[in-house]
């Protein structure tokens, strides 16, 4: 967890080259830390209390209890660009 300007974030380095992952550090759902969370084999950062799982631009890409056919919601997380100096 990264604190930038009163607001925390989960960043995430990853070792398959891409940039690092940084999303705003509360699940949409329950609000729960998502750097208490883990990264999918996908490249998501999934929410370790209900296993919502979100994308580097902050977008809902799995959500383990919905449906079989339903459809994500707009569930969604703030972004944030990460760089490595």
């Not at 705003?24 to 296993?51: I, V």
Request: proline share 6%; hydrophobic share 40%; charged share 20%.
């Amino acid at each position: 967890r990264v604190t930038l300007f009163d607001d925390d974030y989960a960043v995430v380095l990853r070792s398959d080259g891409q940039p690092p992952l940084a999303l705003r550090d509360a699940c949409p759902h329950r609000l729960a830390a998502l750097s208490e969370g883990r990264l999918t084999e996908q490249g998501f950062l999934q929410c370790a209390y209900h296993g919502w799982a979100f994308d580097d631009s902050g977008a809902c890409k799995a959500i383990p209890q919905l449906p079989a056919g339903g459809s994500l919601a707009s569930a969604c997380t703030r972004a944030a660009t990460a760089v490595v100096s």
